[in-house]
């Protein structure tokens, strides 16, 4: 069945650095979403990414989906302490699929 | 505006006991309706969706049930809970199924003992 996995597992970023978080897909999606859950809260939608080698941007945020629509990025540049938390990827094959999301750490 | 509400927001049972978690959405029609279970430090894993007024469909195997008796109406329950049905069970919505985003509800953190 449809796998979506998401490395790494965690990172831990000084702030002000950058840094990527991948999701990898075993089959082709119709579109891919990124969520992102703060400490203690509940998933909250960042984007979807529709078309073969789309590029979005949201403030810092920097989301790309691959040609073959089987992978996606999401790159943070200056990263702040308000980035923390774990960012999850979910590809849409026959359904929606989450990965098991990066969690992310910021030191001061 | 949509807002979507789930209670309560924790739960403690014992091993075998019932549960019944409720989820209801404001400010929309005929939603998607989505159960997910996340344990500690894991990602989503999806339980039930349903499409419309008693239509569930169920992902994973399991003694846990859902059911739909109103439109913005989505209930989780057991009859007997095991150990390994502690952990944090969000509700989400969406307007088309699958796709589109999905928004979640502020989410029920059950521990069973």
């Known amino acids: 069945g449809q796998q979506v996995m998401q490395i790494p597992q965690y990172q831990h970023v000084q702030e002000g650095e950058d840094f990527t978080t991948y999701c990898n897909s075993s089959t082709t999606l119709s579109n891919i979403q990124w969520y992102k859950q703060r400490p203690g809260g509940h998933p909250v939608f960042l984007i979807q990414l529709v078309k073969s080698g789309e590029v979005k941007k949201q403030k810092r945020l920097t989301f790309q989906f691959g040609e073959a629509k089987k992978n996606s990025s999401l790159h943070i540049t200056a990263t702040q302490t308000t980035d923390v938390g774990t960012y999850f990827c979910?590809?849409?094959?026959?359904?929606?699929?989450f990965g098991a999301g990066t969690t992310v750490t910021v030191r001061a | 505006s949509q807002t979507i509400h789930q209670w309560p927001a924790t739960l403690v049972q014992p091993v075998g006991s019932p549960l019944s978690l409720e989820c209801t959405v404001e400010?929309?029609?005929?939603?998607?309706l989505y159960w997910y279970r996340q344990a500690a430090g894991r990602g989503l894993q999806l339980l039930f969706y349903s499409v419309g007024i008693g239509q569930i469909s169920s992902e994973v195997p399991q003694n846990l049930s859902a059911s739909r008796p109103q439109d913005r109406q989505f209930i989780l329950s057991s009859k007997k809970l095991l150990l390994s049905d502690s952990g944090f069970y969000l509700c989400?919505?969406?307007?088309?199924?699958?796709?589109?985003?999905?928004?979640f509800g502020p989410g029920t953190r059950l521990l069973v003992l």
């Open positions: 979910a590809g849409l094959d026959y359904k929606l699929s």
């Open positions: 400010g929309t029609s005929n939603p998607n």
């Open positions: 989400a919505w969406s307007v088309r199924q699958w796709a589109g985003a999905q928004y």
